[in-house]
């Protein structure tokens, strides 16, 4: 008798077996890794001028450059400090009012076409208007990024709150929870998903909206590293801004893996 569960079996092309963690990384790393060999050997060779793109070398001296004279540290810190605000800003107003439209007919008649116009409009197109409101100052920074902040936030608390299953609030409605009660122990929980990802987009969309910012009547940050680069040529310090960017955008996709983990252990057990 034939062995029906090795005729059935998929061939190994298909990628069902999974590789180990040890050479998952080495294929994650492998791309980046090579295209640093070939960046830094075309600049080694001279087929890449430095007026063009510094050498990875060259952006490593950057690096040691600024973090010897402490501004590197004092540009990230001044970063970071706005995207705090800004995101924590973003994040709050877009979950209150994603949740008052996702919850009741009123709310959502009330709030959610309003919204819809605002995300339609590229928050970049509101720096004429703020600047005017706000001057260059550093309210102006926090708002624009927090602007930037509230409409995939509110998008997605919304989503998650309509797409609740409705028996399960008539059910938590028939054990006398309402109100507040509904939101915080039924409706919140149930839309958590979702909430995540929309912290998520909100805080890779707030990149942008940090380096909009801080090109502007600024003397710190990441963003007014960049406009000194352009201003004086030096390549080797907009590469050095790209990867900053890059690997803030990298640990705060971590941060809210972690929080997902912690907050719904579920999903990372059924994987």
Do not use: N
């Not at 510094?54 to 400090?81: H, K, M, N, W, Y």
């Not at 690997?247 to 579920?266: H, K, S, T």
């Amino acid at each position: 008798m034939t062995d029906v569960t090795g005729a059935l079996a998929p061939p190994r092309f298909l990628g069902v077996h999974r590789p180990t963690r040890r050479r998952s990384l080495l294929l994650r790393a492998s791309v980046p890794l090579a295209l640093l060999l070939v960046w830094q050997l075309s600049s080694v060779l001279g087929l890449l001028s430095p007026q063009v793109l510094a050498a990875p070398s060259e952006v490593i001296g950057a690096v040691r450059e600024l973090a010897s004279s402490g501004q590197l540290f004092d540009f990230l810190l001044a970063s970071l400090r706005r995207i705090a605000i800004g995101v924590s800003i973003g994040l709050a107003l877009g979950t209150f009012l994603g949740l008052l439209a996702g919850v009741g007919s009123l709310g959502e008649q009330l709030i959610d076409p309003t919204m819809q116009m605002y995300r339609a409009v590229p928050f970049l197109a509101l720096v004429p208007l703020l600047l005017t409101w706000f001057g260059v100052d550093e309210t102006f920074k926090i708002v624009l990024i927090a602007a930037s902040a509230l409409a995939p936030m509110y998008a997605y608390t919304y989503l998650g709150v309509r797409g609740v299953d409705r028996k399960i609030i008539e059910a938590a409605r028939g054990y006398g929870v309402s109100g507040v009660a509904l939101v915080r122990e039924v409706i919140t929980p149930a839309a958590l998903p979702s909430l995540l990802m929309g912290v998520r987009i909100s805080l890779s969309v707030s990149l942008t909206g940090l380096i909009a910012a801080e090109q502007i009547g600024t003397t710190e940050g990441i963003g007014y590293l960049v406009a000194l680069a352009q201003q004086y040529f030096r390549t080797d310090y907009m590469v050095l801004c790209i990867v900053l960017y890059a690997i803030l955008g990298l640990v705060f996709d971590a941060l809210v893996r972690v929080l997902e983990q912690r907050a719904m252990p579920w999903r990372r057990e059924s994987r």
